[in-house]
Protein backbone atom coordinates (compact mmCIF):
# COMPACT_ATOMS: atom_id res chain seq x y z
CA UNK A 1 0.00 0.00 0.00
CA UNK A 2 2.85 2.45 1.15
CA UNK A 3 4.48 1.37 -2.28
CA UNK A 4 1.32 2.71 -4.22
CA UNK A 5 0.78 5.63 -2.63
CA UNK A 6 4.50 6.76 -2.97
CA UNK A 7 4.09 6.07 -6.69
CA UNK A 8 1.13 8.10 -7.13
CA UNK A 9 3.09 10.92 -5.26
CA UNK A 10 5.67 10.70 -7.45
CA UNK A 11 3.67 10.23 -10.37
CA UNK A 12 1.72 13.64 -9.78
CA UNK A 13 5.07 15.06 -8.87
CA UNK A 14 6.14 14.56 -12.28
CA UNK A 15 3.24 15.58 -13.72
CA UNK A 16 3.42 19.08 -11.80
CA UNK A 17 7.03 19.39 -13.01
CA UNK A 18 6.75 18.58 -16.24
CA UNK A 19 3.86 21.22 -16.62
CA UNK A 20 5.58 23.94 -14.82
CA UNK A 21 8.25 23.53 -17.33
CA UNK A 22 5.57 23.93 -19.84
CA UNK A 23 5.01 26.84 -18.55
CA UNK A 24 7.93 28.50 -18.23
CA UNK A 25 8.61 31.13 -20.64
CA UNK A 26 12.65 30.38 -21.99
CA UNK A 27 13.47 34.43 -23.26
CA UNK A 28 16.00 33.47 -25.69
CA UNK A 29 19.42 35.51 -26.28
CA UNK A 30 21.17 36.12 -29.30
CA UNK A 31 24.36 37.61 -30.77
CA UNK A 32 24.82 41.22 -30.23
CA UNK A 33 26.42 43.72 -32.01
CA UNK A 34 27.31 47.24 -32.75
CA UNK A 35 26.38 49.17 -36.55
CA UNK A 36 27.35 52.41 -37.68
CA UNK A 37 24.13 53.35 -39.70
CA UNK A 38 24.35 57.34 -41.44
CA UNK A 39 27.03 58.30 -38.34
CA UNK A 40 25.55 56.87 -35.75
CA UNK A 41 26.12 53.83 -33.57
CA UNK A 42 23.09 51.57 -32.96
CA UNK A 43 23.41 48.18 -31.09
CA UNK A 44 21.84 45.57 -33.75
CA UNK A 45 20.67 41.55 -32.70
CA UNK A 46 21.02 38.53 -35.24
CA UNK A 47 18.34 36.37 -35.21
CA UNK A 48 18.25 33.90 -37.76
CA UNK A 49 20.27 35.23 -41.19
CA UNK A 50 18.97 38.45 -40.43
CA UNK A 51 20.40 41.36 -38.31
CA UNK A 52 18.07 43.32 -36.82
CA UNK A 53 18.85 47.16 -35.58
CA UNK A 54 17.86 46.83 -31.40
CA UNK A 55 17.26 50.70 -31.80
CA UNK A 56 14.67 52.88 -33.78
CA UNK A 57 15.89 55.09 -36.48
CA UNK A 58 17.31 58.43 -35.15
CA UNK A 59 18.39 60.19 -38.54
CA UNK A 60 16.62 63.57 -39.14
CA UNK A 61 15.25 64.64 -42.45
CA UNK A 62 16.19 68.85 -42.34
CA UNK A 63 12.48 69.71 -42.09
CA UNK A 64 12.36 68.15 -39.09
CA UNK A 65 8.27 67.23 -38.75
CA UNK A 66 7.48 69.63 -41.90
CA UNK A 67 9.22 66.45 -43.84
CA UNK A 68 8.03 63.85 -41.77
CA UNK A 69 10.65 63.55 -39.37
CA UNK A 70 9.33 64.17 -36.18
CA UNK A 71 9.44 63.49 -32.67
CA UNK A 72 6.52 62.98 -30.54
CA UNK A 73 4.55 66.08 -29.55
CA UNK A 74 6.26 68.08 -32.23
CA UNK A 75 5.00 71.49 -33.91
CA UNK A 76 5.99 72.22 -37.62
CA UNK A 77 8.05 75.08 -37.78
CA UNK A 78 7.27 77.85 -40.82
CA UNK A 79 10.40 79.48 -42.07
CA UNK A 80 8.98 79.47 -45.56
CA UNK A 81 9.62 82.96 -46.04
CA UNK A 82 13.30 84.26 -45.59
CA UNK A 83 11.82 87.49 -44.21
CA UNK A 84 11.13 85.81 -40.39
CA UNK A 85 12.57 88.63 -38.16
CA UNK A 86 14.29 85.73 -35.78
CA UNK A 87 15.96 84.04 -38.87
CA UNK A 88 16.82 87.81 -40.30
CA UNK A 89 18.52 88.71 -37.36
CA UNK A 90 20.31 85.34 -36.42
CA UNK A 91 22.01 85.75 -39.99
CA UNK A 92 23.09 89.34 -40.21
CA UNK A 93 24.67 89.07 -36.83
CA UNK A 94 26.81 86.38 -38.25
CA UNK A 95 27.40 87.97 -41.05
CA UNK A 96 28.87 90.61 -39.62
CA UNK A 97 31.30 88.39 -37.43
CA UNK A 98 32.35 87.04 -40.42
CA UNK A 99 33.11 89.81 -42.42
CA UNK A 100 34.99 91.16 -38.80
CA UNK A 101 36.75 87.61 -39.01
CA UNK A 102 38.45 88.51 -42.91
CA UNK A 103 35.61 85.29 -44.30
CA UNK A 104 35.70 87.86 -47.22
CA UNK A 105 39.06 88.56 -47.44
CA UNK A 106 40.20 86.76 -51.08
CA UNK A 107 41.70 89.95 -52.01
CA UNK A 108 41.41 93.87 -50.99
CA UNK A 109 39.03 94.70 -53.90
CA UNK A 110 36.80 91.97 -52.37
CA UNK A 111 36.58 92.27 -49.41
CA UNK A 112 36.20 96.20 -49.55
CA UNK A 113 33.14 95.81 -52.12
CA UNK A 114 31.72 92.86 -49.99
CA UNK A 115 31.61 95.10 -47.01
CA UNK A 116 30.51 98.58 -48.71
CA UNK A 117 27.71 95.65 -50.04
CA UNK A 118 26.46 94.83 -46.58
CA UNK A 119 26.13 97.57 -44.94
CA UNK A 120 25.23 100.26 -48.10
CA UNK A 121 22.68 97.54 -49.29
CA UNK A 122 21.95 94.32 -47.15
CA UNK A 123 21.73 95.38 -43.93
CA UNK A 124 19.70 98.89 -44.46
CA UNK A 125 17.23 97.32 -47.33
CA UNK A 126 16.89 93.70 -46.71
CA UNK A 127 17.89 92.58 -42.97
CA UNK A 128 16.69 96.31 -41.29
CA UNK A 129 13.25 96.38 -43.39
CA UNK A 130 9.98 93.70 -43.98
CA UNK A 131 9.15 95.58 -47.20
CA UNK A 132 11.21 93.36 -49.50
CA UNK A 133 11.31 89.68 -49.46
CA UNK A 134 14.17 87.61 -50.17
CA UNK A 135 13.39 86.70 -54.32
CA UNK A 136 12.08 90.37 -54.66
CA UNK A 137 15.50 91.54 -53.30
CA UNK A 138 17.25 89.17 -55.46
CA UNK A 139 15.54 90.07 -58.68
CA UNK A 140 15.78 94.12 -57.94
CA UNK A 141 19.57 93.48 -57.40
CA UNK A 142 19.73 91.55 -60.33
CA UNK A 143 17.89 94.34 -62.37
CA UNK A 144 20.68 97.36 -61.04
CA UNK A 145 23.21 95.60 -62.13
CA UNK A 146 25.26 96.88 -59.58
CA UNK A 147 28.76 95.20 -60.62
CA UNK A 148 30.35 98.87 -61.52
CA UNK A 149 30.07 99.54 -58.24
CA UNK A 150 30.56 96.28 -56.19
CA UNK A 151 32.18 93.92 -59.05
CA UNK A 152 29.96 90.81 -59.58
CA UNK A 153 32.31 88.31 -57.51
CA UNK A 154 31.69 90.53 -54.43
CA UNK A 155 28.12 90.30 -54.84
CA UNK A 156 27.72 86.64 -55.56
CA UNK A 157 30.55 86.04 -52.61
CA UNK A 158 27.96 87.40 -49.97
CA UNK A 159 25.17 86.19 -51.51
CA UNK A 160 25.53 82.71 -51.62
CA UNK A 161 27.26 82.88 -47.87
CA UNK A 162 23.95 84.72 -46.94
CA UNK A 163 21.92 81.88 -48.20
CA UNK A 164 24.08 79.42 -46.83
CA UNK A 165 23.65 80.57 -43.08
CA UNK A 166 20.32 81.08 -43.98
CA UNK A 167 20.08 77.33 -44.39
CA UNK A 168 21.98 76.53 -41.43
CA UNK A 169 20.22 78.63 -39.07
CA UNK A 170 17.14 77.16 -40.37
CA UNK A 171 17.90 73.36 -39.49
CA UNK A 172 19.05 75.08 -35.83
CA UNK A 173 15.87 76.52 -35.39
CA UNK A 174 13.88 73.43 -36.71
CA UNK A 175 15.83 71.22 -34.52
CA UNK A 176 15.28 73.65 -31.63
CA UNK A 177 11.81 72.53 -31.77
CA UNK A 178 12.35 68.37 -31.64
CA UNK A 179 11.91 66.64 -28.07
CA UNK A 180 15.45 65.29 -27.88
CA UNK A 181 15.20 62.98 -24.97
CA UNK A 182 12.15 61.38 -27.35
CA UNK A 183 14.76 60.84 -29.56
CA UNK A 184 17.25 59.23 -27.61
CA UNK A 185 14.54 56.89 -26.14
CA UNK A 186 12.68 56.13 -29.51
CA UNK A 187 14.25 57.60 -32.23
CA UNK A 188 12.09 59.28 -34.87
CA UNK A 189 8.48 59.20 -35.85
CA UNK A 190 8.68 58.82 -39.77
CA UNK A 191 5.91 59.02 -42.26
CA UNK A 192 5.72 56.71 -45.32
CA UNK A 193 7.52 58.81 -47.79
CA UNK A 194 9.93 60.12 -45.08
CA UNK A 195 11.01 56.96 -44.61
CA UNK A 196 12.10 56.34 -48.15
CA UNK A 197 14.67 59.11 -47.91
CA UNK A 198 15.86 57.81 -44.48
CA UNK A 199 17.03 54.22 -45.45
CA UNK A 200 21.07 53.64 -45.67
CA UNK A 201 22.72 51.65 -48.26
CA UNK A 202 22.64 47.83 -47.13
CA UNK A 203 19.28 48.17 -45.06
CA UNK A 204 16.24 48.28 -45.93
CA UNK A 205 12.82 48.74 -43.68
CA UNK A 206 11.65 45.47 -43.02
CA UNK A 207 8.89 43.49 -45.12
CA UNK A 208 5.91 42.04 -43.88
CA UNK A 209 7.84 38.68 -44.59
CA UNK A 210 10.79 40.29 -42.96
CA UNK A 211 8.68 40.31 -39.41
CA UNK A 212 6.85 37.05 -40.43
CA UNK A 213 10.68 35.41 -40.53
CA UNK A 214 11.36 37.48 -36.94
CA UNK A 215 8.28 36.08 -35.24
CA UNK A 216 8.62 32.59 -36.18
CA UNK A 217 12.30 33.00 -35.19
CA UNK A 218 11.29 34.06 -31.73
CA UNK A 219 8.74 31.21 -31.03
CA UNK A 220 5.42 32.57 -32.55
CA UNK A 221 3.36 29.78 -34.28
CA UNK A 222 2.22 29.63 -37.75
CA UNK A 223 -1.40 29.68 -37.45
CA UNK A 224 -0.49 33.14 -35.10
CA UNK A 225 1.70 33.99 -37.56
CA UNK A 226 -0.92 34.42 -40.53
CA UNK A 227 -3.52 36.33 -38.91
CA UNK A 228 -4.15 39.98 -40.06
CA UNK A 229 -5.45 42.60 -38.53
CA UNK A 230 -5.00 41.21 -35.19
CA UNK A 231 -3.27 40.84 -32.20
CA UNK A 232 -1.59 37.51 -31.83
CA UNK A 233 0.80 35.77 -30.13
CA UNK A 234 2.75 36.01 -27.21
CA UNK A 235 6.43 37.15 -28.35
CA UNK A 236 6.19 40.88 -26.88
CA UNK A 237 8.14 39.38 -23.61
CA UNK A 238 10.73 38.90 -25.90
CA UNK A 239 10.70 41.99 -27.95
CA UNK A 240 9.57 44.26 -25.63
CA UNK A 241 12.41 46.66 -23.63
CA UNK A 242 13.53 44.13 -20.84
CA UNK A 243 16.41 44.65 -17.90
CA UNK A 244 16.62 40.99 -17.33
CA UNK A 245 17.68 40.68 -21.03
CA UNK A 246 19.27 42.42 -24.29
CA UNK A 247 17.54 41.55 -27.63
CA UNK A 248 15.21 43.51 -29.71
CA UNK A 249 14.47 46.25 -26.98
CA UNK A 250 11.49 47.36 -28.94
CA UNK A 251 9.99 50.77 -26.72
CA UNK A 252 6.74 52.34 -27.01
CA UNK A 253 6.83 55.29 -28.81
CA UNK A 254 3.39 56.12 -29.83
CA UNK A 255 2.74 57.64 -33.22
CA UNK A 256 1.39 60.45 -35.24
CA UNK A 257 -2.00 59.18 -36.81
CA UNK A 258 -4.21 60.76 -39.73
CA UNK A 259 -7.88 61.89 -40.01
CA UNK A 260 -9.76 63.43 -37.38
CA UNK A 261 -8.83 62.69 -33.32
CA UNK A 262 -10.02 63.96 -30.19
CA UNK A 263 -5.80 63.73 -28.81
CA UNK A 264 -3.72 67.22 -28.98
CA UNK A 265 -2.46 67.25 -32.56
CA UNK A 266 -3.13 63.72 -33.47
CA UNK A 267 0.11 62.39 -31.54
CA UNK A 268 -1.42 59.18 -29.41
CA UNK A 269 -0.15 56.31 -26.99
CA UNK A 270 3.44 57.39 -25.91
CA UNK A 271 4.28 54.41 -23.40
CA UNK A 272 1.29 52.82 -24.18
CA UNK A 273 1.89 51.24 -27.67
CA UNK A 274 5.18 51.48 -30.01
CA UNK A 275 4.52 50.58 -34.18
CA UNK A 276 6.64 49.79 -36.72
CA UNK A 277 6.67 50.77 -40.44
CA UNK A 278 6.71 47.52 -43.17
CA UNK A 279 7.44 47.86 -46.93
CA UNK A 280 4.62 45.65 -47.93
CA UNK A 281 1.37 47.52 -49.81
CA UNK A 282 -1.67 45.96 -48.77
CA UNK A 283 -2.66 44.23 -52.24
CA UNK A 284 -5.79 43.41 -51.41
CA UNK A 285 -7.11 46.93 -51.01
CA UNK A 286 -6.91 48.05 -54.35
CA UNK A 287 -6.25 52.00 -55.49
CA UNK A 288 -5.53 52.85 -51.69
CA UNK A 289 -2.07 53.06 -50.69
CA UNK A 290 -2.50 50.85 -47.21
CA UNK A 291 0.65 49.45 -45.80
CA UNK A 292 1.27 46.56 -43.41
CA UNK A 293 2.66 47.20 -39.68
CA UNK A 294 3.50 45.86 -36.60
CA UNK A 295 2.78 47.10 -33.18
CA UNK A 296 3.33 46.17 -29.45
CA UNK A 297 1.05 47.20 -26.23
CA UNK A 298 1.93 47.73 -22.86
CA UNK A 299 -0.93 45.64 -21.11
CA UNK A 300 -0.09 42.41 -22.66
CA UNK A 301 2.33 40.48 -24.76
CA UNK A 302 1.13 40.18 -28.26
CA UNK A 303 1.61 41.53 -31.57
CA UNK A 304 -0.14 43.16 -33.93
CA UNK A 305 0.02 42.59 -37.85
CA UNK A 306 -2.29 45.83 -39.06
CA UNK A 307 -2.69 47.97 -41.95
CA UNK A 308 -2.71 51.32 -42.03
CA UNK A 309 -3.40 54.09 -44.73
CA UNK A 310 -0.59 56.92 -45.11
CA UNK A 311 -0.60 60.06 -43.37
CA UNK A 312 0.31 58.47 -40.17
CA UNK A 313 4.32 58.62 -38.52
CA UNK A 314 5.44 55.34 -37.20
CA UNK A 315 8.85 54.51 -35.45
CA UNK A 316 11.13 52.31 -38.33
CA UNK A 317 13.25 49.53 -37.49
CA UNK A 318 16.23 48.23 -40.37
CA UNK A 319 16.83 45.04 -40.72
CA UNK A 320 19.73 43.06 -43.17
CA UNK A 321 20.91 39.90 -44.52
CA UNK A 322 23.90 38.38 -42.35
Given at each position: ????????????????????????????????????????????????????????L????????????????????????K??????????N????????????????????A??F?????????????????????????????????????????????????????????????????I???????T????????????????????????????????????????R???????????????????????????VS?????????????????????????????????????????????????????????????
Amino acid sequence: MKSKLATIIFCVCLLFSCRKDEETIQIPTYEISQEVIDGISYKCVTVGDQVWMAENLKTRLDGGRADGSMSFDEPIVTLASKESLELKLLVKNKLIKQLNDGFFNTNSTINAAAEYFIYDDLIPYFFNRNTYGWIQYETMNLNRMWDWYYSRPAIDLVRFEVARLFEEEKKLIILAAADQNYIKEHGYLYTFEASQKVIPQGWRIPSDEDWMKLERAMGMSEQDVLKKDEWRGTIGSVLKANPSVDNFNAKLGGAYIYGVSQHSDNFINKDLRGYWWTSTKDETVPADSTYYIRALRFDNDQMLRGTTRLGTAYNIRLVRDK
